[in-house]
């Protein structure tokens, strides 16, 4: 271990994700006050008016493959 080259010291995490997407979105309702629906003043109007929709959508995959050993360890003969 040398720690004035650390590059050599460089190796992907098992918990690296390669590929990572966030895509996200908002929709408002058409409903209350100067929209589609219960556009008059009142109480419905107070209540549901002004209201969204949203949404998020992750996608991460392409976790690294690592290979290892487990178990029997290799000894050449004497």
Do not use: C, H
């Amino acid at each position: 271990m040398n720690k004035y080259r650390q590059s050599q010291e460089y190796g992907v995490a098992s918990s690296d994700q390669v590929y990572n997407t966030k895509l996200s979105g908002t929709y408002e309702l058409p409903i209350g006050s100067g929209k589609l629906l219960l556009n008059r003043k009142g109480i419905a109007n107070a209540i549901v008016g002004g209201w969204q929709i949203g949404g998020i959508l992750d996608y991460e995959g392409g976790t690294p493959y690592s290979v290892s050993q487990t178990g029997y360890a290799f000894q050449p003969n004497e």
